[in-house]
């Protein structure tokens, strides 16, 4: 396929959050915690950034602190911010009603245990509970939404505001990186990368703001 014909993905991941930052909520939101001020000046940062590429659209998760880091993204732009659910976060509710007591810590030890034995399939697999999205659920859950987008606009560049565990998922699927050399906080938040999709193959083209970990063990 000719170059023209191929479309450009940009996978971001939004900027500070409030959860991010571990400012404690007073009451559950359900689409999350909106951006920080730190988040704000991240999210202007990276649309002065990238100022100059031409959108044909851009899309984002529902969730509030990817929707905030999509709006400010579209300012100067005449374009609308289109919100879907299909490019959520991972969810680790399962996770957290796994802790019967235990700490986090002591479940996270437990848990390094299993994974240095796990190969990158058994790893990208794995899930704490039957009802869990494992990381390869994950990832093909955001590919098959950016595949439908690459394909409704071939041969132009597209946005996508999205999560880190879910991104980092995406490129260890993808064979950019082995699982545990992107653990937690590995993409900063407005890290992203570049994919470049004639709709049926994906290639990783650029990243930025994601550091390759060595000697580490990834548990999500």
Known sequence: MSKNKLTRIYVVRHAQSEGNAGIIQKEKQELGSPLTKMGISQAQLLAENIKNINFEAIFSSDMLRTRQTAEILTLERKLAVQASNLIRERSFEHYLKKL??????????????????????????????????????????????????????????????????????????????????????????????VLESDGVDFFVKEAFGIAKQQNTVRLF
């Open 100 to 193: 019967n007591g235990k700490t986090e810590e002591k479940l996270r030890e437990e848990m390094k245990k299993v994974f240095i034995k796990l190969n990158e399939k058994g790893k990208m697999q794995y899930k704490h509970s039957s009802q869990m999205e494992s990381a390869e659920e994950g990832a093909l859950r955001l590919l098959s939404f950016i595949r439908e987008a690459s394909l409704a606009f071939q041969g132009k560049n597209i946005l996508v505001v999205a999560h880190g565990n879910i991104m980092r998922s995406l490129l260890v699927h993808l064979g950019f990186v082995k699982y545990d050399e992107l653990p937690e906080g590995t993409i900063e938040n407005t890290g992203y990368f």
